[in-house]
């Protein structure tokens, strides 16, 4: 038997049952698990093939929070986290995951573009952060698709890169070779109190723990019984042209939008921010977005293949930072809301988790409770 049927007595049940097996809910499975707690996920569907799977895995602490604080605090220590998690996932030193650490050129051809590079510069000093000003030639030289006339470009050599679906799979792979079992297609509707422990729901079958930990990303705001959760989706559309040669391996960001090196001559061109509910799939509209930038920012790779066009639903928040929280005196723990920071964020929100659960901190990081969001509450 795989779940137990409703009405049946709950058996040997885990020390933490993880609902959602994005990138999230596997790093904290994995860190868990190795900490010698049982542990066990139900996933919807295929772990990390939701928005961990369409992301373009890019581990950029100044670009997303250059506002700095505690937000960028965390987003900063989790880029640096990155090469040993690596190590962490694969068992494997070095890199046997594509990580690029050339860092994100920031290009500018409209007044507008021009202020977000001034305004990028200024956040990498204050920040501590590496900034470096690129003449033209050099700029052409690294990325020969540049538009003509570009006004400024600069290099922010700490904003780095991921393959993000070689980790998913390398995680996933990683998480059942410690014997975390993955209850695959077992949606969540709710979670109910069964004495001291907490039993979660689905559509035939219950199962209880101790303690649940929620990351089921933009879907977790539909796991009933766990109250007022700000999470909504924001899709996000990528496009994939193929047959890059550039001899800039690195990211190269213009505006709001962005183009990511992916294995030998690959280009992912995203991302749109669309507030669409759930609607999840690739549409012409977005196709047609996506296209206008590479018009704009690399005119001469428009006849170039697309390979592929997908679309991922981001767990946004109303200030687009995550919510780590605990309800009902720990038993439900929340590491939910990364928006557009979940693959960056998953060694960092892990290890967080973890010192939580295994008392070696009090409480989770204040700065990202849901008491924040009181006031929309009430
Ligand atoms: N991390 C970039 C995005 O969500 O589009």
Redesign the pocket.
């Known amino acids: 038997m795989v779940l137990e049927p409703l009405g049946a007595l709950a058996m040997n049940h885990p020390d933490i049952l993880i609902i959602g097996g994005g990138i999230i809910g596997l790093a904290c499975a994995l860190r868990l698990t190795r900490e010698g707690l049982s542990v066990e996920i139900l996933e919807k569907g295929e772990p990390a093939r939701g928005a961990t799977w369409a ?2 895995g ?1 581990l950029a602490p100044l670009t ?1 929070a250059a506002d700095g604080g505690p937000f960028f605090e965390a987003c900063r220590q989790a880029r640096d986290a990155w090469p040993s998690w690596i190590d962490e996932i694969t068992g494997r030193k070095g890199r046997a995951i594509e990580l690029d650490t050339s860092g994100t050129l920031v290009v500018a051809f409209s007044e507008d573009e021009l202020e977000v590079v001034e305004e990028l510069t200024h956040a990498a000093r204050r920040l501590g952060e590496p900034v470096e000003e690129i003449d033209a030639a050099e700029a052409y030289r690294l990325v020969p698709d540049l538009a003509p006339e570009m006004k400024r470009a600069i290099l922010l050599a700490g904003e780095h890169r991921v393959d993000n679906r070689a980790v998913a799979r390398a995680l996933t792979a990683a998480v059942e070779r410690e014997g975390v079992q993955i209850r695959r297609y077992s949606a969540v509707d709710h979670l109910e109190l069964r004495g001291d422990a907490v039993c979660v729901v689905g559509d035939s079958w219950r199962r209880e723990a101790d303690r649940i930990l929620l990351t089921a990303g933009a879907w977790s705001a539909r796991v009933g019984g766990v109250g007022f959760l700000p999470i909504r989706p924001v899709r ?1 559309q990528i496009l994939r042209i193929d047959g890059v040669q550039w001899s800039w391996d690195g990211v190269v960001r213009c505006g709001e939008l962005y183009a990511v090196r992916r294995g030998a001559d690959a280009l992912l061109v ?2 749109t ?1 669309e507030e669409v509910g759930y609607s999840d799939h690739a549409t012409s509209a977005g196709l047609a977005e996506l296209a206008r930038f590479v018009d704009h920012a690399f005119p001469s790779l428009s006849g170039r293949r697309v390979g592929d066009l997908w679309s991922g639903l ?1 767990p946004g928040t109303p200030d687009g930072r995550p919510i780590l929280d605990e309800m009902l005196d720990g038993r439900i723990l929340l590491a939910v809301g990364h928006y ?2 979940g693959i960056l964020l998953a060694p960092w929100t892990a290890e967080k988790v973890a010192d939580r659960l295994l008392g070696r901190t009090p409480s989770l990081p204040s700065e990202f409770s849901l008491g924040r969001f009181q006031a929309i509450r009430d």
């Open positions: 992301a373009a890019m997303e996000g995203g991302a921010v981001r557009r920071n």
